[in-house]
């Protein structure tokens, strides 16, 4: 038979459910990367598999990294299992495709580019201290992921939508909570069941941002409010400029995105950062180190500029290699357009390809010694193969937010470091993926106010 014919290796098992409820249970047990390494030396590098309902092509390794990031949109496009795009909206950035996404993507990296951010940084650093003033100062112990999941998304109310406080951002992250706990739930919409309260939550909360769009579009026709002060009065002045650019819908479904993008992944990366750093003193104390040398050189209360990130460069090796060892998305999803060959097999049309592309990260040819914990391996930034290290994905879809992320990152650690001490309450901190990783027990640290504390406001 011709390769083109081929179907890759592997068992389709039952219609519809396949292996996706031994994959869930991976995932909440932690051993998915066990799972996926059975998977590969049973089958190799490239199997078939039917998970969430649709048959399924597993792939994994650089060069299916590549492949994947490298394929256009009308080889390989981006698609939401149907359960996802009806809560988050049809209107989300990674649900579009082709000009669409070009479109969307454009005015969102137009907000997050680094030339815009430089002018968030003040707003994001007020935003942290307000958080440590309020959740960490005076406290004793403090559960970590929870407040730092509260803490990312205030940073995203404040930039996104304006929001620097109040009422509607409280219950606007309550109806996110809720929006999302359904994602991987049953898709049965009756009364009471997750999937119904989810859908209910995020139309109470798509309500809430099309009112703010109205608010601030009258107030920028009456000249008050700025065209840059938050993402959705740079999108208003942008449909101004070109009315084509985006919809107020599609404003509204990219809103709850970055909600979606900023939320889990950046307090992932932090509170693995705070656990890390807290079981290798030898790292933690380089990283205060360079710390308190940005810290000496700042007035009393002073916010921390764009420039003194870049002077950062330890402290943003150390969350490369969190992101390495715990990247917040291990993979992800797409759907072949048309019959694709790769790797002498074909991916029929209509099937969905799921990579995972953190497994490069532990792989011993590229990363000696995968499981240690080693920040100096990215000293050389240069020594890392291409699509070997892909935290933020890659090509197309590469994460716009990324420097959202590392302001948002290096800022609590840079406040975190200079304040206080902390250990780890807890033994243990076992975590699950959900699909992103959450410690078991919301990782407790005990903490003690620094005695230099230069940067206290
Ligand atoms: C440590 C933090 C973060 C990590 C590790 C991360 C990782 C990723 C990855 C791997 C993708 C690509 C997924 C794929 O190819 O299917 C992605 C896409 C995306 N991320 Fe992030 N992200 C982070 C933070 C953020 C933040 C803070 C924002 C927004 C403020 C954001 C917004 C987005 C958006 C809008 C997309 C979709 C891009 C597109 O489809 O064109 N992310 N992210």
Not at 249 to 275: C, R
Request: include cysteine; proline fraction near 6%.
């Amino acid at each position: 038979r011709r390769p083109s014919n081929l179907l890759p290796p592997g068992s389709l098992g039952l219609p519809m459910i396949g292996q996706s409820f031994s994959l869930l249970k991976a995932l909440r047990a932690n051993t998915d990367q066990e799972w996926f390494q059975e998977r590969i030396k049973k089958y190799g590098s490239i199997s078939k598999l039917t998970l969430f309902g649709h048959p399924t092509v597993f792939l994994h390794g650089q060069a299916a990294n590549k492949f994947i990031y490298t394929c256009d949109g009308n080889t390989l496009a981006n698609k939401m299992p149907p359960s996802l795009s009806r809560i988050l909206g049809k209107n989300i950035i990674v649900e579009l495709n082709g000009e669409d996404h070009k479109r969307v993507r454009t005015a969102i990296v137009s907000f997050l580019r680094p030339e815009v951010l430089k002018i968030y940084a003040v707003k994001m650093d007020l935003e942290i201290r307000k958080h440590l003033d309020d959740h960490w100062h005076g406290k004793h112990e403090v559960e970590v992921m929870p407040a730092l999941k509260a803490l990312t998304f205030n940073v995203i109310c404040s930039l996104v939508l304006g929001l620097d406080g109040g009422p509607i951002r409280a219950k606007l992250l309550s109806l996110f909570q809720e929006m999302t706990r359904g994602l991987l739930s049953v898709p049965i919409n009756l009364p009471l069941t997750q999937f119904n309260r989810s859908i209910n939550a995020s139309l109470r909360l798509k309500t809430i941002v099309m009112d703010l769009i109205r608010e601030k579009r009258t107030a920028l026709e009456d000249n008050r409010a700025q065209s840059h002060q938050d993402l959705i009065s740079h999108l208003i002045t942008m449909q101004n400029e070109n009315p084509e650019s985006t919809s107020d819908d599609e404003i509204v479904d990219n809103v709850v995105g970055l909600m979606f993008g900023g939320y889990d992944a950046t307090s992932s990366l932090i509170s693995f950062m705070i656990k890390l750093l807290a079981e290798h003193p030898s790292v933690y104390d380089v990283v205060v180190k360079e710390q308190d040398g940005i810290a000496r050189n700042k007035g009393l209360g002073e916010s921390l500029k764009w420039e003194e990130f870049m002077n950062m460069k330890y402290t943003w090796r150390v969350a490369m290699e969190v992101l390495r060892l715990t990247p917040p998305f291990f993979g992800s999803f797409r759907r072949a357009i048309k019959d694709v060959e790769y790797g002498g097999y074909i991916i029929p049309k209509g099937w969905q390809v799921m990579w995972v592309s953190s497994m490069t990260h532990m792989d011993a040819n590229i990363f000696p010694k995968p499981s240690h914990f080693d920040p100096s391996r990215f000293e050389e930034q240069t020594s890392t193969p291409p699509y070997s290290f892909v935290p933020f994905g890659g090509g197309p879809r590469l994460c716009p937010g990324g420097e959202f992320a590392k302001m948002e990152t290096l800022t609590m650690i840079h406040y975190l470091v200079t304040r206080f001490t902390w250990k780890l309450s807890l033994k243990e901190n076992l975590f699950r993926r959900d699909p992103m990783p959450v410690f078991n027990h919301g990782l407790p640290v005990l903490i003690v106010p620094r005695e230099c504390d230069h940067a206290m406001i």
